[in-house]
Each structure stands twice: as C-alpha cells, then as structure tokens.
C-alpha cells in the first residue's frame, strides 16, 4: 500500500519527492504567480478543492520551495500519513463543531511568520444531481478573520481540474 511505502523512507525530504515523481506533477501542473508568494512574513493560502489529497500535493509540489514553513489544515485521517505529521495541523472539532485548539494552532503558526494553507469548503467538490454539474461547496469565510488578526498575506490559489463523473457517483 501507499501508507506502507510511504513509512520505509527516513524522512518527509524522502517521502514527499516519492510522491511527487510518483504523481508527475512537475509535467502536468502549470503554475502561474509564483513570484508574487511573500517571504518571511505570516502567509494564508486558501484554495478551491476539486480533487481531494492531490490538491494538498498540488500546493505542495507549488509552495515547498519558497515556504518551507508551509502547513496544511487538515481531517484526522490524513495526519496518519507517514512522515507528513510536521506538515498538518489537525482540525479537531469538540462536540459543539468548534475548534479552538485547531484556531490557537493557526495564529501559533502565523504569529511565528508561518505559512498556512487551507480549504475553506471543507469538502471536495462534488456533483450536484439537480443541476447536473460539478458544485463547489460555500466557502467558511472565518479565514479572513484569521489572516487579519494575525496581519498575515491572504492569497487565494485556483486549482483547476477536475474528477471523473464516476468518482461522484
């Protein structure tokens, strides 16, 4: 499995370029605006999800370079990915729906100058059967509260791709 090859590397150096040959993103992916991506200040990079744990590698493959700092909010699930831990912060909702630990995590990491990058739908993209289309679920707009209580750069990246009509059925 994945998860299996994943943990024989010695480190996320190891694993993380592993997964991107694996994935060959450097041939498919075309980035545009790079050079505008700021250095040595708080930064939040909030984006569209259309795909699932790819557009975590996607920004990844993007991002790594230029913040090295970069962490991902992300489901419990994920933070079980072998050498990827030091890259998330775990969105842990208590039995009202609220996540102040996840919330005090984020400021942490941006008041230290920190990079964030998160999906504000909270979801994949999915097909809408009345409309017979691909819908992106309502973005949570708490993220803009986020980037100005910490002063932090807010960028928006745009992935654009798309799952097969059988992944939604």
């Given amino acids: 499995s994945l998860l299996r090859q994943l943990s024989s590397f010695s480190n996320k150096a190891e694993a993380t370029d592993y997964l991107l040959k694996l994935s060959n993103l450097e041939k498919r992916v075309k980035v545009k ?10 930064l939040l990079v909030v984006s569209n999800h259309p795909r699932g744990v790819g557009d975590g590698l996607v920004l990844l493959f993007c991002l790594q370079a230029i913040r090295p700092d970069l962490k991902f909010v992300v489901n419990q699930l994920l933070q079980e990915i072998p050498h990827f831990n030091e890259l998330f912060i775990t969105r842990a ?3 009202k729906g609220r996540n102040f630990s996840t919330i005090r995590q984020l400021l942490s990491h941006l008041d230290e100058d920190g ?3 998160l999906f504000p ?3 994949v993209e999915h097909f809408d059967w009345t409309r017979l289309s691909v819908k992106e679920s309502p973005w949570k707009m708490n ?3 986020m980037a100005q209580k ?14 097969s009509f059988l992944f939604h059925c």
């Fill in 121 to 123: 739908a909270g979801t």
């Fill in 115 to 117: 990079c964030i990058c």
């Fill in 33 to 42: 605006g790079l050079e505008k991506i700021p250095t040595g200040c708080p």
């Fill in 93 to 95: 909702n208590d039995r």
């Fill in 150 to 163: 910490s002063g932090a750069a807010l960028i928006e990246a745009r992935i654009s791709s798309r799952n």
């Fill in 143 to 145: 993220f803009r509260k």
